[in-house]
């Protein structure tokens, strides 16, 4: 399916930004857009920072290199394995170690996705649609489900794109490339999140670190 959308891909530089190759116009040049999906005017091979702090994110200033940045990953490579939720008609699969901890599962299907329970998923606590539409939406690629034997997790249907969101990381969607996947067992190669605050301990992914340090954007 990747080569369908050939063109934008990303490069991750040693201890250093990221190189998004975007792809030439008419080959699905892959696009940069803030978190309100407007775009992000940029050539067409941009190093964005991940170091966490540029002043002029989200591209990189060269600030890593003072700052000592590195870009190693500090979890067991491809760590983290996937759960099979089984309900009556719906399967949600669950990798933790791909979590960005965006939470839009438990703020928009809490009878589904509540931390406070063990197991914490119930696949029966919402309809199926419903819960195609939450792992549509889950940007890292944590929770996918099948229904009716069919896998919902990577989406042909959405161009190439990296999202810088707001005071968090780079969401990538429509198959923009990046070495070294699969990260995790069951991780999706049409859409991931990148860190972009620096302190992510399973780079090149965002873990969720930027909560616990406040990371702040200054972009604009
Ligand atoms: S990665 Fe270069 S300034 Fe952040």
New binding site residues.
Partial sequence: MADDHAGAHIELIDN??LRYRRGRVGERQGALLRPDRTEIEARENV?L??????DRKPF?????VGIG?TSEKKWKPGAGSMIDHVGERVTIHDNRALCAHVEYCVEDLPNVFDRSKRPWVNPDGASAEEIIALCRKCPSGALSCTVDGVLYRDYADRPPAVIATREGPYYLEGYVEVPGEPFSQGHSQEHCTLCRC?ESRNKPLCDGKHWDVGFVDREE
């Avoid at 920072?49 to 540029?54: D, E, H, I, N, Q």
């Avoid at 990189?60 to 890593?64: M, S």
Wanted: hydrophobic fraction near 20%; proline fraction near 6%; charged fraction near 10%.
């Fill in positions: 250093g930004p190093l920072c991940r170091c966490g702090a540029s990189c200033d060269n600030t890593h940045f620096g």
